[in-house]
């Protein structure tokens, strides 16, 4: 990655303390029980750990060198063996070593956020990118003020495209992940209810994202969702490309059908992509990708191609066999309102299911908007979905809702999973698909461990 000499110029207190200035770093790490091999180590200091603790142990795993906090002292086995760099934060320091090192590869940078769709979109991304470019990615989730740093840190020096998820719960968040990545391409997906307990309301939630463009280029792009009212004050401007179903967006989408393969969908401009997802706002993540595939000249054949091979990340609407033949589906890693309402409308198009069956968890970080906002899943849901299960407590308005306004459907609310499962195994058959989608505190995952087939994904 570089040599003890690039941290030298970038952290002047410095003591090599024996070690060449030509000495090499092979990676970067917060984690001391990581194999540290050739690696340097950045303790982090939280509310309830300090990672100066465990500087001895990376030391130990075969550490080289230390960001060490200039207010601790060094114990003497550090600074006896290993080259420590001084910061007054290490946090900060962290950061400002991932915009250095940054600034040295210079890839191209896409940044990605949005309320929902970040990573799927960014696992679209980099499956089209890969036909053409060197890529590298934001792994798992590492989308926050210590993820994003260490993401721009893992990429191997001939990096061509860096693409960077960046996720927020509050204001000013995203315009520092922006400032350190400095996108070329900045992707929003949309605007939803998620963190509107921090941000007040869909306006400071758009606000937020739109802090994404403090660090792009100059003559960088912007893409985003042109069906969203909100972000109509960046339509006008030259660098911004709008994608969506609206017939005035420069990528319009102007038909999706919904498979049991996936979703097959046609631009305006006349051209057909398929892709092994389901539903219209999977269709709009593909366009933005297909519109930064424009930007960069990649040709039909190898956006169409990468579409059709993405790797996805895990639990995002992934199919699962579950007893008695039937069909699970693993949509729990997260849920807002506007994800919620996408799945449950992707599983009432879905073909060859006789019996459709959601079970639904709480939504997480709402604040005082929660009761409203899971009120308002009941709409979505009607024929041809059967049976609802809500399970937690807030979703129990769910469940409410519906019992109040059909009978049509079966409902019932549990708050323990043992007898939430109990009530599922009599509905599951060959013909039974089953939806499970709750905020990632729920833990519904759980719940379809124990209702699968030995997790095996079906194709």
């Known amino acids: 990655m570089f040599n003890l000499s690039f941290l030298q110029a970038i952290f002047p207190n410095h003591k090599l303390n024996g070690k060449p200035a030509s000495t090499d770093i092979g ?25 100066h603790e465990f500087g001895e142990k990376a030391v130990e795993g075969g550490a080289v060198a230390v960001i060490w906090d200039s207010n601790i002292p060094v114990p003497p086995k550090i600074s006896e063996s290993v080259a420590v760099f001084f910061a007054e934060d290490t946090l900060l320091g962290l950061q400002e070593l991932a915009r250095c090192y940054r600034d040295l590869v210079n890839p191209c940078v896409i ?18 990118l890969r036909t053409s470019f060197k890529t590298h990615q934001t792994k798992g989730n590492l989308n926050n003020h210590i993820g994003v740093p260490l993401t721009i840190l893992s990429m191997p020096r001939d990096t061509e495209m860096l693409i960077v998820e960046m996720g927020m719960n509050h204001a000013g968040e995203i315009e520092l992940l922006s400032n350190i990545a400095k996108p070329r391409y900045a992707i929003i997906t949309n605007i939803g209810e998620s963190h509107i307990e921090y941000l007040g309301s869909r306006e400071g939630i758009a606000a937020a994202k739109l802090e994404i463009v403090s660090g792009l280029d100059e003559d960088g792009y912007l893409i985003i969702d042109g069906d969203e009212p909100l972000l109509e004050t960046v339509h006008d401007q030259g660098n911004t490309v709008t994608c969506g179903f609206s017939g005035d967006c420069r990528i319009h989408i102007n038909n999706v059908v919904v498979k049991a393969v996936g979703t097959v969908f046609s631009l305006a401009s006349g051209e057909t992509y398929e892709i092994p997802l389901f539903g219209n706002h999977h269709a709009k993540n593909a366009s933005y990708v297909i519109a930064l595939a424009h930007l ?23 199919k699962v066999a579950g007893l008695a033949g039937s069909t699970l589906i693993n949509d729990a890693y997260n849920a807002s309102p506007t994800s919620m309402k996408a799945a449950i409308d992707v599983v009432r198009e879905l073909d060859g299911y006789e019996s459709k069956i959601l079970v639904l968890g709480d939504i997480f970080e709402l604040g005082s908007h929660a009761e409203e906002m899971h009120a308002s899943i009941t709409p979505h ?28 459907i079966k409902t019932a609310h549990f708050e323990d999973p043992d007898e939430l499962i109990e009530a599922i195994k009599p509905l599951m058959h060959e013909q039974a698909v089953v939806l499970f989608k709750g905020s990632r505190g729920m833990k519904l995952e759980q719940l379809i461990e124990r209702l699968s087939i030995n997790q095996a994904k079906i194709k």
Not at 27 to 46: E, K, M, Q, Y
Not at 111 to 128: C, F, W
Not at 305 to 316: K, N, Q, V
């Open 296 to 318: 960069l000249g990649i040709s039909y054949e190898k956006i169409h191609a990468g579409l059709c091979h993405i790797e996805m990340t895990g639990m995002r609407f992934q």
């Open 381 to 408: 849901i009607k024929d041809p979905i059967e049976v609802v299960f809500t399970y937690g407590q807030m979703s129990k308005r769910i469940t409410d809702g519906l019992a109040q306004h059909t009978s049509e």
């Open 27 to 51: 990676l970067v790490s917060t984690d001391s029980r990581a194999n540290l091999a050739g690696g340097l180590f950045v303790p982090l200091i939280g509310d309830r750990f300090d990672g």
């Open 111 to 128: 940044g990605i956020t949005g309320s929902n769709g970040k990573t799927t979109t960014k696992d679209l991304v980099s499956a089209v």
